[in-house]
């Protein structure tokens, strides 16, 4: 029997910079001594900031990935934020072959669709309910190139972005730097609440190969909580935010994503990380769950049309995006 336990906030580390763009974040450490999320009720979970344990019966897809997930997390760790200015993701960029990238209307999908810097599947949520839910997990690929430059590649999930302004997501970046003989790579977590920029989630270990899961939950406009768990390694994080100031979500989209993040103002080469793997996809709000098996799948395209990175659906949960080109 697990006894009553206290809500264990702290205080993240949290940039200047960011707390200056208006953001507020509360972030959670390490469990109560003896917490057991498995026997927990529903009300200590929230305490804790763990999402909730789905119904058995009326939800048994969430709830096995519920229990795997929080089997698989042995250490909870306080998140500490380095905030990249530099580097951006945000919404889905129309490519030469369209000129504007539009929400459908309810019902419909979008077909062939495509994208400069996205590659992957969104769904839109039934009848206009917003979506206050989106999670899924990934195996984290390695970034590799043959030729000299600086690439990257960012695999995520989010909220938003497609035929609307703001876009919460999280995810994984897989960077590589290719000078003659010298080659380095870089993989971390992070977030970003656009038009803040990247914040990479210094302390939580990542490598290639690695399985990682993130729940993103929204539960108004202006509030998430964020769930990442290193699946490999045992390791999870979790905390709350506010948008930066001038920003909310709309809910009109969720979606599981291969990107090309902007550099310094521009969108970066997209580094060959061969194929992608999201599984466990779904996304939810007003009482719908949904998964891929509708989704439109969106291609990548870089210049003269060419595709760059393009998805496959392996069933209604897993889907394949694969490395075509860099640019």
């Given at each position: 029997m697990v006894e009553k336990s206290p809500r264990r906030a702290v205080k993240a580390v949290v940039p200047e910079s960011l707390t200056s763009k208006g953001f507020r974040i509360r972030g959670y450490g390490a469990l109560p001594d003896g917490f057991d999320?498995?026997?927990?009720?529903?009300?200590?979970l929230a305490a804790v900031r763990l999402p909730r344990r789905p119904d058995t019966e009326q939800e048994p897809e969430l709830r096995a990935l519920w229990d795997r997930a929080m089997a698989r997390t042995q250490v909870w760790i306080e998140p500490e934020f380095v905030h990249h200015e530099n580097i951006s993701h945000?919404?889905?960029?129309?490519?030469?072959?369209?000129?504007?990238?539009?929400?459908?209307?309810a019902g419909e999908t979008v077909s062939n669709a495509t994208s400069n810097n996205w590659s992957g599947a969104a769904v839109f949520p039934p009848q206009g309910k917003p979506y206050r839910f989106v999670g899924g997990q990934w195996t984290v690929p390695s970034p590799n190139t043959a030729a000299d430059g600086a690439y990257y590649a960012s695999e995520w999930v989010g909220i938003d972005g497609w035929g609307s302004p703001d876009v919460m997501q999280a995810g994984t970046e897989t960077h590589v730097t290719k000078i003659l003989f010298i080659t380095s790579r870089q993989v971390y977590a992070w977030w970003e609440w656009f038009p803040a920029g990247e914040v990479a989630i210094n302390n939580l270990p990542v490598e290639a190969g690695d399985v990682m899961y993130c729940l993103i939950c929204a539960d108004t406009t202006s509030h998430a909580t964020v769930t990442f768990s290193n699946q490999s390694q045992g390791v999870g994080t979790r905390f709350d935010i506010t948008p930066p100031k001038g920003s909310s979500l709309s809910g009109n989209v969720a979606e599981w994503i291969v990107e090309r993040p902007g550099i310094n103002g521009g969108t970066a080469s997209l580094t060959d990380y061969a194929a992608c793997y999201f599984d466990e996809c779904i996304a939810g709000g007003s009482g719908s769950i949904d998964n891929i098996g509708g989704a439109t799948l969106i291609t990548m395209t870089g210049g003269g049309g060419a595709t760059l990175s393009d998805p496959v659906r392996e069933n209604s949960s897993v889907l394949k995006v694969n490395w075509r080109k860099s640019s």
């Amino acid at each position: 029997m697990v006894e009553k336990s206290p809500r264990r906030a702290v205080k993240a580390v949290v940039p200047e910079s960011l707390t200056s763009k208006g953001f507020r974040i509360r972030g959670y450490g390490a469990l109560p001594d003896g917490f057991d999320p498995q026997t927990a009720t529903d009300r200590q979970l929230a305490a804790v900031r763990l999402p909730r344990r789905p119904d058995t019966e009326q939800e048994p897809e969430l709830r096995a990935l519920w229990d795997r997930a929080m089997a698989r997390t042995q250490v909870w760790i306080e998140p500490e934020f380095v905030h990249h200015e530099n580097i951006s993701h945000g919404p889905a960029q129309p490519s030469a072959r369209r000129k504007a990238l539009t929400a459908p209307a309810a019902g419909e999908t979008v077909s062939n669709a495509t994208s400069n810097n996205w590659s992957g599947a969104a769904v839109f949520p039934p009848q206009g309910k917003p979506y206050r839910f989106v999670g899924g997990q990934w195996t984290v690929p390695s970034p590799n190139t043959a030729a000299d430059g600086a690439y990257y590649a960012s695999e995520w999930v989010g909220i938003d972005g497609w035929g609307s302004p703001d876009v919460m997501q999280a995810g994984t970046e897989t960077h590589v730097t290719k000078i003659l003989f010298i080659t380095s790579r870089q993989v971390y977590a992070w977030w970003e609440w656009f038009p803040a920029g990247e914040v990479a989630i210094n302390n939580l270990p990542v490598e290639a190969g690695d399985v990682m899961y993130c729940l993103i939950c929204a539960d108004t406009t202006s509030h998430a909580t964020v769930t990442f768990s290193n699946q490999s390694q045992g390791v999870g994080t979790r905390f709350d935010i506010t948008p930066p100031k001038g920003s909310s979500l709309s809910g009109n989209v969720a979606e599981w994503i291969v990107e090309r993040p902007g550099i310094n103002g521009g969108t970066a080469s997209l580094t060959d990380y061969a194929a992608c793997y999201f599984d466990e996809c779904i996304a939810g709000g007003s009482g719908s769950i949904d998964n891929i098996g509708g989704a439109t799948l969106i291609t990548m395209t870089g210049g003269g049309g060419a595709t760059l990175s393009d998805p496959v659906r392996e069933n209604s949960s897993v889907l394949k995006v694969n490395w075509r080109k860099s640019s």
